[in-house]
């Protein structure tokens, strides 16, 4: 019984540590990492040249929520962007193993979002990310106004109630 007391312990602790990691991170910038995309192409996430608000959505092909998470986003990704303008990066943290399995999944699902890889998980420390999936959004002027990790249904609703309200803000 001391035992599944201290367990629990130590994931309440790390849950609440989760929390304050994405508040400690709440109106500042991406870091500068160097990611690849899906072809090779090398982008700096400082400077992803979008206009609008972004999504990044951290996830990995054995991650179950992620996949949810993203596969009912992407059902209303065209709705969201008409509306509010929104790009949504998603960021892989497959490792080497299982790198491989990205594109044919992402290629399977018909995915539109940009999908860099990190297999080094250099971003996803960079960015406090202990697991996925790890939803962050930011402002026009890039700044981190939202996170949230984990995934449940309704979550798509509360990013969306975020969405918009970048929507009145500008």
């Known amino acids: ?100 399995s990205v594109p044919v999944y992402v290629n399977g699902k018909g995915w539109e979002y940009l999908v860099l890889m990190d297999p080094n998980g250099d971003f996803k420390r960079a960015m406090g990310v202990n697991n996925v999936p790890h939803t962050f959004l930011l402002d026009k002027s890039g700044k981190i106004v939202y996170a949230h990790n984990n995934y449940a249904p309704g979550d798509e609703d509360k990013l969306y109630a975020e969405l918009l309200k970048l929507k009145d803000q500008n």
């Open 1 to 100: 019984m001391k035992k599944l007391v201290f367990v629990l312990s130590i994931g309440l602790l790390s849950f609440c540590g989760f929390s304050q990691e994405s508040e400690l991170l709440s109106g500042k910038s991406v870091p500068s990492v160097k990611l690849k995309d899906m072809d090779g192409k090398e982008v700096n996430t400082a400077d992803f040249g979008f206009d609008g608000p972004v999504i990044i959505s951290f996830w990995a092909t054995w991650c179950s929520p992620c996949k949810r998470e993203l596969n009912t986003i992407h059902d209303l990704y065209t709705d969201w962007q008409e509306e509010t303008g929104v790009n949504l990066i998603a960021v892989s943290v497959d490792d080497e193993k299982t790198k491989n």
